[in-house]
């Protein structure tokens, strides 16, 4: 264990700067949801580019506790950026 107050070793710095650039595209994903809504074509896209190629129909499950099921997956979508659960799977 690295003693507090030092910086990160390099492999941690790797892993912080990873983790911190997948939280960014996220957060980025999200807005343009927000902004321009499912429809968009450039959302669209990016919801099959996470389901391999297709918008999975509704309704979607998960395990989430007090939240079983969402009418589709841009609920579901939505749900995961009000929360910023961004990695939330079903």
Same mark, same amino acid.
């Given at each position: 264990?690295?003693?507090?107050?030092?910086?990160?070793? #390099?492999?941690?710095?790797?892993?912080?700067?990873?983790? %911190?650039? *997948?939280? *960014?595209?996220?957060?980025?994903?999200?807005?343009?949801?927000?902004l321009y809504?499912?429809?968009?074509?450039? /959302?669209?896209?990016? #919801?099959?580019? +996470?389901?391999?190629? /297709? *918008?999975?129909?509704?309704? *979607?499950?998960? +395990?989430?506790?007090?939240?079983?099921?969402?009418?589709?997956?841009?609920?579901?979508?939505?749900?995961?950026?009000i929360t910023?659960?961004?990695? %939330?799977? /079903?």
């Amino acid at each position: 264990a690295q003693q507090p107050g030092t910086p990160l070793s #390099d492999q941690e710095y790797h892993h912080f700067f990873k983790f %911190l650039r *997948i939280t *960014i595209q996220a957060s980025t994903a999200c807005h343009l949801r927000e902004l321009y809504g499912c429809k968009n074509s450039l /959302v669209q896209r990016l #919801d099959k580019y +996470e389901n391999h190629g /297709v *918008i999975p129909p509704g309704p *979607i499950c998960s +395990e989430l506790p007090g939240n079983p099921f969402f009418r589709n997956f841009c609920t579901f979508s939505l749900y995961r950026c009000i929360t910023k659960q961004y990695f %939330l799977k /079903v």
